[in-house]
């Protein structure tokens, strides 16, 4: 007697590999969707994170940090509650320059102690404009502003390196300083407007100024503090974490749309900003970006937003009680 011995034909080998296939290309975008849903989800969470130090800094402080602590000169200025007279710091450095972010000020407030202790902001004019300045060759500073806090970066924002290609005030021999995903939110003014944006923008955020709950008349539930940034290492749209710089820094404005693609020359609102002056928000979230509002809950702004209302929760003092999404 003949023996068969079971087994699959060629055929039915290539049918059982093509059903394969084909769940795998099914399941994939599942995957990927519910992937990118943790990140935003963590994105969210580091962003509250950031409103609450804010309004932990507010608390102890009776105002909100200034984006940048110091300003560009030493001196009177012509704009109103913005401070740029002379402070010294005990190794005689002149703290009116200063140019260190909010994001740096909050960090005791995000159990982040430590590090704060290590930049010593309010001793070290950290990013300071002055020629004579060599605040990175403070001990322990170096290493200090490389450091990059999970808390300031946006898992979406996976393509950003840790370390920014721009330095700044910062010599080439010096270390490169650690990027970050988030900014604050000066306002709606936006280059050209150098001098509004720096001083005396119509948002919170801005040189100088600790802003008061009292002056932001719209409520701090109807006011964006904080928004996302992408490829914050990159020349054309820099983002270190540590540096509050107006447009290519952790100070940025609605007047470029979300989610304008960044490049070396982009196209906002009849203007065209110069390359490393984006000045806007992104994120790689589909669709849209987190922010923060003063009272620390998350909304994901839609990409397609209204100009008008993207402007209109960027102001504090604008009047207006807009909902713009879904609060996460």
């Known amino acids: 007697m003949s023996r068969r011995t079971a087994g699959f034909t060629l055929v039915e080998l290539l049918v059982v590999i093509a059903i394969i296939g084909v769940?795998?290309?099914?399941?994939?975008p599942a995957v990927q969707a519910a992937r990118e849903a943790a990140r935003r989800s963590q994105?969210?969470?580091n962003m509250r994170q950031a409103a609450l130090g804010l309004l932990?800094?507010?608390?102890?402080?009776k105002a909100f940090p200034a984006a940048r602590m110091g300003c560009d000169t030493v001196g009177a200025v012509p704009y109103i509650?913005?401070?740029?007279?002379?402070?010294?710091?005990?190794?005689?450095?002149?703290l009116a320059f200063s140019g260190v972010s909010a994001f740096v000020r909050i960090l005791p407030y995000v159990e982040q102690q430590a590090l704060y202790r290590q930049l010593n902001p309010e001793d070290v004019p950290l990013w300071s404009a002055s020629a004579s300045s060599t605040w990175y060759n403070v001990a322990g500073v170096a290493q200090a502003y490389q450091q990059r806090p999970e808390t300031y970066v946006c898992p979406s924002d996976s393509e950003a390196k840790p370390l920014s290609e721009y330095k700044h005030e910062v010599p080439t021999r010096s270390p490169d300083p650690a990027t970050g995903s988030?900014?604050?939110?000066?306002?709606?003014?936006?280059?050209?407007?150098?001098?509004?944006l720096k001083y005396e923008n119509d948002g919170v955020f801005f040189y100088g100024r600790m802003m008061r709950i009292a002056e932001i008349t719209d409520g701090l539930s109807n006011t964006i503090f904080v928004g996302e940034t992408i490829d914050g290492h990159s020349l054309d749209n820099n983002n270190i974490w540590t540096n509050g710089n107006r447009g290519n820094s952790t100070m940025r404005t609605t007047q470029t749309p979300l989610n304008t693609p960044i490049g070396p020359t982009i196209v906002g609102a009849a203007n065209t900003l110069t390359p490393g002056s984006h000045?806007?928000?992104?994120?790689?979230?589909?669709?849209?970006?987190?922010?923060a509002y003063g009272d620390g809950h998350i909304v994901f702004v839609?990409?397609?937003?209204?100009?008008?209302?993207?402007?209109?929760?960027?102001t504090r003092a604008g009047e207006e009680t807009i909902d713009v999404s879904s609060t996460n």
């Open 43 to 45: 994105c969210t969470n």
């Open 302 to 314: 839609s990409e397609s937003i209204a100009e008008t209302a993207y402007d209109s929760i960027a």
């Open 56 to 61: 932990g800094f507010e608390d102890s402080k």
């Open 81 to 94: 509650g913005v401070d740029c007279n002379s402070k010294r710091s005990s190794a005689g450095d002149e």
């Open 23 to 28: 769940l795998v290309a099914l399941l994939l």
């Open 279 to 291: 000045a806007g928000f992104n994120s790689r979230h589909p669709g849209g970006a987190n922010f």
């Open 182 to 196: 988030y900014a604050n939110v000066a306002g709606t003014l936006g280059p050209p407007n150098s001098a509004a």
